[in-house]
């Protein structure tokens, strides 16, 4: 069962004449995602790829029916494109932009709580249902239709993990590149553990602070709530066969 998009989800580009916005689109569009329009301002009224362009992300949902968006502008602007799309009552919104300054996030934050819109990111992979839509950048050749879902914070890791499922005959049925905590069976893999003391390495430092938030913090906690820990990318497969085996 999928999870946020499905074939029937319409999505709108935001940035999509830009570098970034026209190879993904282009992918997207390929994948069979139903790329309905694109915002670059200035540009309202014009095609590309063959989706007609908006000024707006209003003027687009109120054309084309949209209900996600698929974020890629600079990081000074895509905070201001998050809340372009919320306001336009956009219910999906997948920012794949990084290095988005911290307080502007701050204020999207507060801005949504306002909203009915869910936002993905940003600095996310975004959001694939396999067989059916991708909305951003992950290899759409590497999944296959199938029962697990795939949820981490690191998009190459996403990647390895869902790839060794799909070796493995273990289709999945979402992969997200950014989420919360869930009621289903939870794998997990944190990396730098062999980082030498007090030095950050990787994602496992990217919040630590006088002992808490290290690799082996974050393992102990996750195995309080549960999660089969993988000590190497390498396992993450035949881990979730086990698991869903219940050999685990």
Request: with cysteine; aromatic share 4%; glycine share 14%.
């Amino acid at each position: 069962m999928s999870i946020l998009v499905d074939a029937s989800t319409r999505v709108v580009v935001q940035g999509i004449t830009g570098a970034e916005g026209t190879f993904h689109a282009r992918h997207m569009l390929e994948y069979g995602t139903a790329v309905v329009a694109g915002v670059t301002p200035g540009k309202g009224g014009t095609r590309h790829l063959d989706v007609p362009v908006f000024d707006t992300v209003d003027e687009a949902v109120k054309s084309e029916g949209v209900d996600a968006s698929v974020i890629f502008v600079p990081p000074l602007a895509a905070a201001d494109a998050v809340m372009e799309a919320a306001d336009a009552g956009v219910r999906l919104i997948v920012c794949i932009t990084e290095g988005i300054p911290a307080l502007d996030m701050v204020r999207v934050k507060t801005f949504l709580k306002e909203t009915s819109s869910r936002l993905i990111g940003p600095n996310t992979p975004g959001i694939i249902s396999p067989g059916r839509t991708k909305l951003g950048i992950m290899p759409g050749s590497i999944h296959k239709p199938g029962p697990v879902g795939v949820i981490s914070r690191s998009g190459t890791l996403t990647y390895e993990a869902v790839h060794q499922l799909t070796l493995l005959g273990l289709g999945q049925s979402t992969a997200v590149g950014i989420g919360g905590g869930l009621s289903k069976p939870v794998i997990a893999y944190v990396a730098g553990l062999t980082a030498p003391p007090g030095r950050r390495m990787g994602h496992a430092g990217a919040i630590m602070s006088g002992g808490r938030g290290t690799a082996v913090r974050k393992v102990e906690l996750l195995r309080e709530a549960g999660a089969f820990i993988v000590e190497s990318p390498a396992d993450i497969g035949k881990i979730a066969a086990a698991v869903l085996s219940g050999k685990a």
